[in-house]
């Protein structure tokens, strides 16, 4: 089994910018895809980016495409998420996902964190 801590939320103005970490134990990332999702208040999960298990594929919803950066250090079992020109419609609270050997697509993932609440002030 996999564990993920997610870690590095918080309140940001509009425009400021936010890097969340992902940390992982029980397995190494490096045979894992992750992805981020996030849920706002009275919405579904959604898929926020994807990175394949070989690292080479990223994929990013339309919504953050050009504004956040998916990352991988295997040496630390850690993924990073940088978040650049937040919008208020940003906030929600932010979850890392891992798959055996996964595509990073907006697929199912196996292995859950517990979330990262991120909130951007107009």
């Known amino acids: 089994q996999v564990r993920l801590v997610e870690s590095g939320g918080g309140l940001v103005q509009a425009g400021g910018s936010l890097r969340l970490s992902c940390a992982a134990s029980?397995?190494?990332?490096?045979?894992?895809?992750t992805g981020w999702f996030r849920q706002a208040p009275g919405k579904d999960r959604e898929f926020v980016v994807g990175?394949?298990?070989?690292?080479?594929?990223?994929y990013y919803a339309d919504s953050v495409k050009g504004r956040f950066t998916i990352s991988r250090d295997n040496a630390k079992n850690t993924v990073y998420l940088q978040m650049n020109s937040l919008k208020p419609e940003d906030t929600a609270v932010y979850y890392c996902?891992?798959?055996?050997?996964?595509?990073?697509?907006?697929?199912?993932?196996?292995?859950w964190g517990q979330g990262t609440q991120v909130t951007v002030s107009s």
């Open positions: 996902a891992a798959d055996f050997h996964g595509s990073g697509r907006d697929t199912q993932y196996d292995y």
């Open positions: 990175i394949s298990w070989s690292g080479g594929n990223k």
């Open positions: 029980g397995r190494t990332f490096s045979s894992y895809a």
